[in-house]
């Protein structure tokens, strides 16, 4: 796909592609919202870099909607700042923000055309009719949706929908793309499709978004970094890479894949009592046929196929660890050695340990 | 009739002359030739009477036809004013209740005040009561008012009539264009107005259009109120019916009702058109 001049004119707009905008991108400080007597964003900083992808991710009622809203302009916050490429922003109505928003469910208006939709925002700007047509043909195009520019949204499928919603909020070249569960809308096929032509429209434009989702692989596989949110704070704030090697607290590890969760300390290889809380990646537990160093004697009690790898559980014992294994399907019942590779340890709900070798 | 499960239903459906089927048809016949009786019927005398000339019993058909009925109707001058007032006070009506109404109708969809509740229903009140002793005290306040036998007092009359319509459909209407359209207007640079006119108010026409043809039709056969307040210095199309009935052979108020009937049909057919050929169509996936 290639880039179209229209949306890279603006010299104001951080759309040029390769080159990271000026200043900036967005600063948020000291973020706080109490809906309803009950704190739902509590002191939240967050700074995103210009060109730069963040997802927010939490379970439901985390508070990263609020947040999301609240940078859009739906929402006033209580108090803190918002900083879009320096200029502050919370005293501004949504329509005088420099931002663009797509919604959950992609707000089309239904009594407008795709190409309607998408030139609306450029109608209220007061360009001309040649303008906007260029402007709207360019970014269909950039969507692949050109054919469908006389349709109403009715008309268009789900996955062509969220594409006119995307396209309605780059064609207003903002400073700022928010994105609100972009992919929940749509089957699992599609995601993974259609993440994949988000991230890439996000590079070619080098435009920074902030993408709400609940969906850790969705987060995982678009972002740059990863504010992993939980009770109206940031639990964690770093890339996928790191978020997923070395959580920083036990809810992100809990979040952020699947682990062991045991009570007891690592003693060579072994798992012995104590109070602290022990997470083992299920590929950090290895288990073979014969016996190897650090390997224990273990039985097999459930596999669980899940198509590339089966998930197995086997007994050893200290505990019942869970593995991912692939090749050869196991047995339950089948005698089989397992070593712990490595394992964090958190204290209260910390990491105090970093995720070291055990053997 | 309790159609259990797939194939042997099927099967049984697929048979040409069950008892249920029997029935149904029966039934089916029935209603039709109800409908036919009671609704075709009086509209076909109607029509046949207009053109009558004398029509004794037992003749299926009037005895000779004749346009003199028409004429009378047409040349009469106070028949001709009283059109004239009709296709005057009901678009006013519609007109006034929408200024009033609408803003309303969209405060009482979106904003949650004190009362809110309370006023929603009060709007019944007007229908809940006879209408006639509604009428015979809002005479006594037209009275001290210099009210009576004005335009002024008769399109309060109208207005009146139509507040409810006015007033819950369109809430409804407003109600239900989902807040993240508008939302997203605002996000797209909107102001607040652009997004009530861009948005909303589309949104919501369907409802609006049936809510001004019910006002229209309201008030285009509003006699009660328009009897009291406007005769005889105003009379319109439903009141002079009445006097046509008692003064005149059957068959003016047959020409008169046929008349009458025609700014209804015709915004009923219009409305119909664009409703269901429209947004609402299209957006909401009726068929």
């Known amino acids: 796909m290639t880039i179209h001049e229209p949306l890279t004119e603006s010299s104001a707009s951080p759309t040029n592609p390769g080159t990271p905008a000026s200043s900036g991108g967005l600063t948020i400080r000291g973020l706080h919202k109490v809906l309803g007597g009950r704190t739902i964003i509590d002191n939240l900083d967050l700074s995103v870099k210009a060109g730069e992808l963040v997802s927010l991710l939490g379970p439901s009622g985390c508070g990263k909607t609020t947040t999301l809203r609240m940078i859009a302009g739906f929402l006033e916050p209580d108090s803190g700042s918002i900083e879009v490429e320096g200029q502050e922003v919370s005293h501004l109505g949504a329509e005088n923000r420099p931002s663009a928003m797509v919604f959950q469910n992609y707000a089309l208006w239904p009594h407008m055309t795709v190409a309607k939709n998408v030139g609306f925002p450029l109608k209220l700007r007061k360009m001309s009719k040649a303008e906007i047509k260029d402007k709207v043909e360019a970014v269909l195009e950039l969507v692949s949706l050109l054919h469908h520019k006389d349709s109403k949204p009715a008309r268009i499928s789900g996955g062509e929908q969220q594409r006119v919603a995307l396209a309605r909020a780059l064609v207003q070249e903002p400073k700022l793309l928010l994105l609100d569960e972009p992919l929940s809308n749509l089957d699992a096929k599609l995601r993974v499709k259609v993440r994949e032509d988000i991230r890439k429209i996000q590079q070619e434009l080098g435009i920074t978004t902030v993408i709400v989702t609940h969906d850790q692989e969705e987060a995982m596989s678009m972002s740059d970094r990863i504010a992993v949110m939980n009770a109206g704070k940031i639990e964690q704030y770093s890339t996928p890479e790191a978020l997923y090697a070395r959580p920083e607290t036990e809810f992100v590890a809990t979040f952020i894949g699947s682990m062991n969760r045991l009570e007891g300390t690592l003693d060579g290889g072994l798992i012995t009592t104590g109070t602290d809380i022990l997470g083992i990646r299920p590929e950090d537990v290895i288990l073979a046929d014969a016996p190897f160093a650090g390997a224990v004697p273990a039985t097999v009690e459930r596999v669980v196929p899940r198509g590339h790898f089966q998930e197995v559980y086997v007994r050893r014992a200290d505990a019942q660890l869970r593995s991912f294994v692939t090749g050869e399907p196991m047995q339950p019942g089948q005698q089989t050695y397992a070593a712990i590779r490595k394992a964090m340890t958190f204290r209260d709900g910390r990491l105090v340990a970093e995720p070291g070798a055990a053997l | ?287």
């Not at chain 2, 048979?15 to 409908?35: K, S, Y």
């Not at chain 2, 076909?44 to 019993?57: D, K």
């Not at chain 2, 605002?186 to 589309?202: E, I, Q, Y």
């Not at chain 2, 809510?211 to 309201?218: D, I, P």
């Open chain 2, 1 to 287: 009739m309790a159609v259990a499960t797939g194939s042997p239903a099927a099967s049984r459906t697929r048979r040409p002359l069950t008892l249920d089927a029997i029935v149904r048809n029966v039934l089916v016949g029935l209603f039709v030739a109800l409908m036919v009786v009671f609704i075709l019927g009086p509209l076909l005398w109607l029509g046949v009477r207009a053109f009558a000339g004398t029509w004794t019993y037992p003749n299926l058909l009037p005895d000779d036809w004749t346009l003199r009925w028409w004429q009378v109707v047409v040349n009469d001058g106070a028949l001709g004013i009283a059109v004239q007032n009709s296709l005057f006070f009901a678009p006013v009506t519609v007109l006034v209740s929408a200024v009033i109404c609408l803003p309303a109708a969209y405060a009482f969809a979106r904003f949650d005040f004190p009362g809110r509740r309370f006023f929603l229903i009060s709007l019944f009140a007007t229908n809940a009561f006879p209408k006639m002793g509604l009428f015979v005290t809002l005479a006594a306040l037209f009275y001290a008012l210099n009210l009576m036998n004005t335009v002024l007092g008769i399109l309060v009359v109208h207005v009146l009539g139509t507040v409810v319509f006015m007033t819950w459909i369109p809430a409804a209407a407003f109600a239900a264009v989902p807040r993240n359209l508008e939302e997203a207007a605002r996000d797209a640079g909107a102001s607040k107005l652009r997004v009530f006119t861009s948005v909303t108010l589309p949104m919501a026409l369907p409802g609006i259009i049936v809510a001004a043809v019910m006002s229209f039709l309201a008030s285009f056969d509003e006699a009660q109120g328009t009897y009291l307040v406007g005769a005889p210095a105003f009379m319109t199309m439903p009141t002079q019916m009445y006097s046509l009935v008692l003064n005149y052979p059957t068959q003016v108020a047959a020409v008169f009702s046929i008349l009458l009937a025609i700014p209804s049909v015709a915004l009923m057919l219009a409305a119909h058109k664009h409703i269901l050929g429209g947004q609402l169509a299209e957006g909401f996936q009726i068929k």
